[in-house]
């Protein structure tokens, strides 16, 4: 029921793009991303739901494939307080009480 | 506003000894509150959740438990804790309003068994 994510880690430059994909293999309702910093409790970024999706997050953006059962979060221009995990957690449809399932998580490293 | 606060931020335990865990919710009432363990490679882990006062389900089992005394109260407990009861617990909570679904995370409470 976990959901898959990948890369599980990924380093970049100031200003460098990245892509963190997140793939579940049950229907979803809803996919949720949330950043860790180390030693902190995650903090949400966004939701999307389906039927849509919510942009959240100054350049951070994510896209939501009902169909597909897949959500991608877009990193663009990074900054180094973009350093952390992030994670992906899904709400399936008709799951118990909404609880969201994370995956492993994604440690994102920006360099000067 | 909402706040979530659990304690305490560090322990250190030996093996067979037992545990507890507070996690208190301010500023909203009924909320869902959930607890989740993050171990090295495995991610957020949900341990449990709860919709109500007394209304515990679990998701993994373990010698762990948790209960619901309050309703803004969380509790993880454990009467003899293991080795591999070791990481980061987490407490959150469930918003509501606009931004439903959202989840507020604690602090978090760092476990090391020895």
């Known amino acids: 029921q976990q959901p898959v994510q990948s890369p599980q880690a990924v380093i970049l430059r100031e200003g460098e793009d990245a892509v963190i994909n997140c793939s579940s293999s049950?229907?979803?309702?809803?996919v949720h991303w949330y950043r860790q910093k180390h030693g902190e409790a995650p903090v949400f970024l966004m939701i999307l739901l389906k039927g849509g999706e919510q942009k959240g997050h100054e350049k951070i953006s994510a896209s939501f494939n009902e169909k597909k059962q897949q959500s991608s979060l877009y990193l663009t221009a990074s900054q180094l307080s973009y350093s952390g995990t992030y994670f992906c957690?899904?709400?399936?449809?008709?799951?118990?009480?909404?609880?969201?399932?994370f995956g492993k998580g994604t440690k994102l490293s920006v360099k000067p | 506003s909402q706040t979530i606060h659990q304690w305490p931020a560090t322990l250190v335990q030996p093996v067979g000894s037992p545990l507890s865990l507070e996690c208190t919710v301010e500023g909203t009432s009924n909320p869902n509150l959930y607890w989740y363990r993050q171990a090295a490679g495995r991610g957020l882990q949900l341990l449990f959740y709860s919709v109500g006062i007394g209304q515990i389900s679990s998701e993994v089992p373990q010698n762990l438990s948790a209960s619901r005394p309050q309703d803004r109260q969380f509790i993880l407990s454990s009467k003899k804790l293991l080795l591999s009861d070791s990481g980061f617990y987490l407490c959150a909570f469930r918003t509501s309003g606009p931004r439903a679904g959202e989840l507020f995370f604690g602090e978090g409470s760092r476990l090391t068994v020895l």
């Open positions: 957690g899904t709400v399936r449809l008709g799951g118990s009480q909404g609880n969201l399932i």
């Open positions: 049950k229907a979803l309702y809803s």
